[in-house]
């Protein structure tokens, strides 16, 4: 298949692109034909131990290699310690190994091992860290000098020579080259063209590709760096194999790489040698995860991704009549989704995008031709629904499998127990989960889900923030499997070998030096993911931590997720005597602290004062008999003069509508702050205080209505331009319906008054002109 050269006639190198269906086919067929008696991959090397899994595996999958040892999290080693090496069934690396498993033939990857590439991106993140860490320093210790002092540091620095680093060669892009030279300004258009879309029986392409390759790589100059290495070791694993004495020796790469490796001769072993020489390694083990066609995709990011990896699976798994299949599918699916498609519609669609591809002189019509015909056919132009077929068919979302023998860590063992056995199954797409906690294998899921969020493990997240609080025996949930959960998995080993151990033992490691919001949220999940020998220990240190934390900022935003747990504890069964006690600890303490935490507040720190505010109001609530003290502490407080005026506003409108005052003397208080003698900012900030939330009391309470109305009819044009930025952040808030529906209670309490005031302005004739004549055809059009 490759040009042989200087004795390399046992090898035949195949340059292929890591994704792609034409790609895959041409590997399959030139094995057949090579009839290889071993193969050679590019890949990691750590994965040679598992290549015998290949015959369970169902793609998409990825080869997983991660540090032996668990590190801590949030270092270096736990940000760069593992990598992925994807694989599609389009991929040709993947056809290779099928190939090679279901023929008995010996493979073996022959990439740079991924304990080397691993440790060297541990080393440039670490070098990364000290040298944030040393530069910040050292600003803080130019803050603290002269300006003179800063002037001879910043002359010092300057004259200080860079550091060296690795040099880096730009390397052209290969595929755009060979793209322009062959008239095409689009390479991906080009690649898809010459190789993709490639039938079977057609000649092999892989001599051709080699030696453009060549080409370019000649214009380019040698490879240096990383990319030398990766070659370097790639030509010496390749001579290892000829020396063990196999004769027909099949090596799949990247296109870039295959002269490297075809031209084995032509680079010294004394060079490779000196190349691989003391690299840095670390300890690392091999395993197979599901991937999936999202994470193949280059929207997500991935360096060797598809645009489209739907539409390539496609090619690949139907390679006769894939327009006509495709379109069909897209049909299948509007109908599905209530849209009248016919089989005229097909055939029609068929038609355009082979008539574009005639046009655009493409041998078979692509992924823009059979979008364009979907939108322009079957879709009758209506963007919308041209987005739900694109949407789902071109990235084609799937989930990979792995079988039960795979190599993993306890901890992953127990869970996929645990999914089987609540037949829980982890797919690539989101599904919505509704749970009822009264039906014990519901509340077993949702234990689950609440353990595997304590792990970082986020496969559900709850779709409503508020079900907490709303005390029903319902859950609502998001699902979603990312491959990376495996690395979480992976990481939140050492706590544990399954869910429950490695949870609670998470739990227990956070809560020794959290503050306090963070142990009662700590709490509040010990009680939903049912982590019984965690919740003492949190418990104790809830205690302590809340009987010395005077910052009430602190006090108040622990005091809901304890209150929640203390008054629905007991639907999962717990005991929320303890929680409720520590819990009245809180709000007692908030009471007291209350008002000397509110002086001196800005407008941003009064906003957050005023969430914690609710926050505190809805958590005293569900304490029931607990409140009263805090509303006591609220009376208190609006009673006195140095509030900030959005907490004076908030305070006051919770204590109507919880009726603790007269609505005369919430008229009264109102007046004394839209009086002349109160600042109108701080009547402003008032008024954005008392109506956060709802402004429909204005539409029920005409005579506050008429009080905020004649204040603002009083302001000077110079004082109401001032609040108008607050006011505007007021009613701005509100929806449409609510704005609408106080601007009529304004009308109505006029009595038509304003409405009649109102000077006409004359209608300008020459202006109206071309509106009326636009709207004059446009009826004349209708009757015709």
Same mark, same amino acid.
């Given at each position: 298949?490759?040009?042989?050269?200087?004795?390399? $006639?046992?090898?035949?190198?195949?340059?292929?692109?890591?994704?792609?269906?034409?790609?895959?086919?041409?590997?399959?067929?030139?094995?057949?034909?090579?009839?290889?008696?071993?193969?050679?991959?590019?890949?990691?090397?750590?994965?040679?131990?598992?290549?015998?899994?290949?015959?369970?595996?169902?793609? *998409?999958?990825?080869?997983?290699?991660?540090?032996?040892?668990?590190?801590?999290?949030?270092?270096?080693?736990?940000?760069?310690?593992?990598?992925?090496?994807?694989?599609?069934?389009?991929?040709?690396?993947?056809?290779?190994?099928?190939?090679?498993?279901?023929?008995?033939?010996?493979?073996?990857?022959?990439? @740079?091992?991924?304990?080397?590439?691993?440790?060297?991106?541990?080393?440039?993140?670490?070098?990364?860290?000290?040298?944030?860490?040393?530069?910040?320093?050292?600003?803080?210790?130019?803050?603290?000098?002269?300006?003179?002092?800063?002037?001879?540091?910043?002359?010092?620095?300057?004259?200080? *020579?860079?550091?060296?680093?690795?040099?880096?060669?730009?390397?052209? $892009?290969?595929?755009?080259? %060979?793209?322009?030279?062959?008239?095409?300004?689009?390479?991906?258009?080009?690649?898809?063209?010459?190789?993709?879309?490639?039938?079977?029986?057609?000649?092999?392409?892989?001599?051709?590709?080699?030696?453009?390759?060549?080409?370019?790589?000649?214009?380019?100059?040698?490879?240096?760096?990383?990319?030398?290495?990766?070659?370097?070791?790639?030509?010496?694993?390749?001579?290892?194999?000829?020396?063990?004495?196999?004769?027909?020796?099949?090596?799949?790469?990247?296109?870039?790489?295959?002269?490297?490796?075809?031209?084995?001769?032509?680079?010294?072993?004394?060079?490779?040698?000196?190349?691989?020489?003391?690299?840095?390694?670390?300890?690392?083990?091999?395993?197979?995860?599901?991937?999936?066609?999202?994470?193949?995709?280059?929207?997500?990011?991935?360096?060797?991704?598809? &645009?489209? *990896?739907?539409?390539?699976?496609?090619?690949?798994?139907?390679?006769?009549?894939?327009?006509?299949?495709?379109?069909?599918?897209?049909?299948?699916?509007?109908?599905?989704?209530?849209?009248?498609?016919?089989?005229?519609?097909?055939?029609?669609?068929?038609?355009?995008?082979?008539?574009?591809?005639?046009?655009?002189?493409?041998?078979?019509?692509?992924?823009?031709?059979?979008?364009?015909?979907?939108?322009?056919? %079957?879709?009758?132009?209506?963007?919308?629904?041209?987005?739900?077929?694109?949407?789902?068919?071109?990235?084609?979302?799937?989930?990979?499998?792995?079988?039960?023998?795979?190599?993993?860590?306890?901890?992953?063992?127990?869970?996929?127990?645990?999914?089987?056995?609540?037949?829980?199954?982890?797919?690539?797409?989101?599904?919505?989960?509704?749970?009822?906690?009264?039906?014990?294998?519901?509340?077993?899921?949702?234990?689950?889900?609440?353990?595997?969020?304590?792990?970082?493990?986020?496969?559900?997240?709850?779709?409503?923030?508020?079900?907490?609080?709303?005390?029903?025996?319902?859950?609502?949930?998001?699902?979603?499997?990312?491959?990376?959960?495996?690395?979480?998995?992976?990481?939140?080993?050492?706590?544990?070998?399954?869910?429950?151990?490695?949870?609670?033992?998470?739990?227990?490691?956070?809560?020794?030096?959290?503050?306090?919001?963070?142990?009662?949220?700590?709490?509040?999940?010990?009680?939903?993911?049912?982590?019984?020998?965690? @919740?003492?220990?949190?418990?104790?240190?809830?205690?302590?931590?809340?009987? &010395?934390?005077?910052?009430?900022?602190?006090?108040?935003?622990?005091?809901?997720?304890?209150?929640?747990?203390?008054?629905?504890?007991?639907?999962?069964?717990?005991?929320?005597?303890? %929680?409720?006690?520590?819990?009245?600890?809180?709000?007692?303490?908030?009471?007291?602290?209350?008002?000397?935490?509110?002086?001196?507040?800005?407008?941003?720190?009064?906003?957050?004062?005023?969430?914690?505010?609710?926050?505190?109001?809805?958590?005293?609530?569900?304490?029931?008999?607990?409140?009263?003290?805090?509303?006591? /502490?609220?009376?208190?407080? /609006?009673?006195?003069?140095?509030?900030?005026?959005?907490?004076?506003?908030?305070?006051?409108?919770?204590?109507?509508?919880?009726?603790?005052?007269?609505?005369?003397?919430?008229?009264?208080?109102?007046?004394?702050?839209?009086?002349?003698?109160?600042?109108?900012?701080?009547?402003?900030?008032?008024?954005?205080?008392?109506?956060?939330?709802?402004?429909?009391?204005?539409?029920?309470?005409?005579?506050? @209505?008429?009080?905020?109305?004649?204040? %603002?009819?009083?302001?000077?044009?110079?004082?109401?331009?001032?609040?108008?930025?607050?006011?505007?952040?007021?009613?701005?808030?509100?929806?449409?319906?609510?704005?609408?529906?106080?601007?009529?209670?304004?009308?109505?309490?006029?009595?038509?008054?304003?409405?009649?005031?109102?000077?006409?302005?004359?209608?300008?004739?020459?202006?109206?002109?071309?509106?009326?004549?636009?709207?004059?055809?446009?009826?004349?059009?209708?009757?015709?």
């Amino acid at each position: 298949m490759g040009r042989p050269r200087q004795g390399t $006639d046992k090898v035949s190198v195949l340059g292929v692109r890591h994704h792609g269906p034409g790609s895959a086919r041409a590997v399959a067929a030139a094995l057949d034909e090579i009839k290889p008696d071993i193969v050679l991959i590019e890949g990691p090397p750590e994965a040679d131990a598992i290549t015998s899994l290949v015959g369970g595996l169902e793609p *998409p999958v990825a080869l997983l290699v991660h540090l032996a040892d668990t590190p801590k999290a949030g270092t270096a080693r736990s940000k760069e310690g593992w990598g992925f090496w994807p694989f599609a069934s389009f991929s040709p690396e993947w056809a290779a190994l099928v190939h090679a498993h279901g023929r008995g033939v010996p493979v073996r990857f022959c990439d @740079l091992p991924a304990a080397h590439t691993i440790a060297e991106r541990i080393e440039r993140a670490e070098a990364a860290e000290e040298e944030a860490a040393q530069k910040e320093a050292a600003a803080e210790e130019s803050a603290e000098k002269g300006a003179a002092e800063k002037e001879d540091a910043r002359q010092e620095e300057d004259a200080r *020579p860079a550091p060296q680093s690795e040099p880096r060669r730009v390397r052209t $892009d290969p595929l755009g080259v %060979l793209a322009e030279a062959a008239g095409y300004d689009d390479a991906e258009r080009w690649w898809d063209d010459v190789v993709e879309q490639r039938g079977d029986g057609e000649p092999s392409p892989f001599p051709a590709i080699a030696d453009a390759m060549a080409a370019v790589r000649a214009e380019s100059g040698p490879e240096t760096g990383r990319d030398a290495r990766r070659e370097a070791h790639m030509r010496q694993t390749l001579r290892a194999v000829l020396k063990e004495g196999y004769e027909r020796v099949a090596v799949v790469c990247g296109a870039w790489h295959a002269p490297a490796l075809r031209d084995l001769y032509d680079y010294p072993i004394k060079d490779d040698a000196a190349l691989l020489k003391g690299l840095p390694r670390v300890r690392t083990t091999a395993t197979w995860v599901p991937w999936t066609h999202g994470r193949l995709a280059t929207a997500s990011g991935y360096g060797a991704g598809v &645009t489209s *990896p739907g539409w390539y699976h496609h090619l690949f798994t139907a390679p006769d009549l894939p327009i006509h299949r495709w379109l069909t599918d897209a049909a299948r699916l509007l109908r599905e989704e209530g849209q009248p498609v016919s089989s005229s519609h097909v055939i029609e669609g068929v038609r355009l995008a082979e008539s574009l591809a005639v046009l655009r002189g493409r041998p078979l019509a692509g992924i823009d031709e059979v979008s364009e015909a979907v939108t322009a056919v %079957l879709c009758e132009g209506e963007q919308s629904r041209a987005a739900l077929v694109h949407g789902r068919m071109v990235i084609g979302e799937r989930l990979g499998s792995v079988p039960p023998d795979t190599p993993m860590v306890p901890l992953q063992r127990d869970l996929m127990a645990a999914q089987k056995r609540l037949r829980l199954k982890p797919e690539a797409f989101d599904r919505d989960l509704d749970l009822d906690l009264r039906k014990e294998s519901q509340r077993e899921r949702s234990v689950l889900l609440h353990r595997l969020r304590v792990l970082g493990v986020e496969w559900g997240v709850p779709r409503a923030a508020e079900h907490h609080s709303k005390g029903t025996f319902r859950e609502s949930w998001r699902l979603r499997w990312d491959p990376d959960m495996d690395v979480a998995l992976i990481e939140a080993a050492p706590w544990g070998t399954t869910v429950v151990s490695a949870a609670t033992a998470r739990v227990v490691e956070v809560a020794a030096d959290a503050e306090l919001p963070t142990l009662t949220a700590l709490t509040e999940q010990c009680l939903f993911a049912e982590l019984g020998d965690a @919740l003492p220990d949190v418990l104790s240190l809830l205690t302590d931590r809340a009987a &010395t934390d005077s910052d009430i900022t602190h006090l108040m935003s622990a005091l809901p997720p304890l209150a929640r747990s203390a008054r629905y504890g007991n639907v999962r069964g717990t005991d929320g005597a303890h %929680l409720r006690a520590v819990a009245r600890q809180l709000l007692a303490r908030v009471c007291v602290g209350l008002a000397p935490a509110v002086r001196g507040l800005d407008d941003d720190a009064a906003a957050r004062f005023v969430r914690a505010i609710d926050q505190t109001h809805g958590a005293a609530t569900l304490l029931d008999g607990d409140a009263h003290g805090w509303t006591e /502490a609220l009376e208190s407080l /609006a009673r006195r003069d140095q509030v900030p005026g959005r907490i004076a506003g908030r305070v006051n409108r919770i204590l109507a509508d919880a009726g603790r005052i007269t609505t005369e003397e919430l008229h009264r208080r109102l007046g004394l702050t839209m009086s002349p003698g109160t600042e109108p900012t701080r009547a402003a900030a008032w008024l954005e205080g008392f109506l956060q939330g709802s402004g429909l009391i204005l539409v029920h309470d005409e005579r506050l @209505l008429g009080l905020i109305d004649s204040w %603002l009819l009083s302001l000077s044009e110079e004082r109401f331009v001032a609040i108008l930025p607050l006011l505007r952040r007021t009613f701005g808030a509100f929806g449409a319906a609510e704005r609408q529906e106080i601007g009529t209670a304004i009308t109505r309490a006029d009595g038509g008054r304003t409405t009649t005031a109102r000077v006409r302005r004359p209608v300008d004739t020459r202006r109206a002109a071309p509106a009326v004549a636009a709207v004059t055809a446009l009826l004349e059009g209708s009757r015709a």
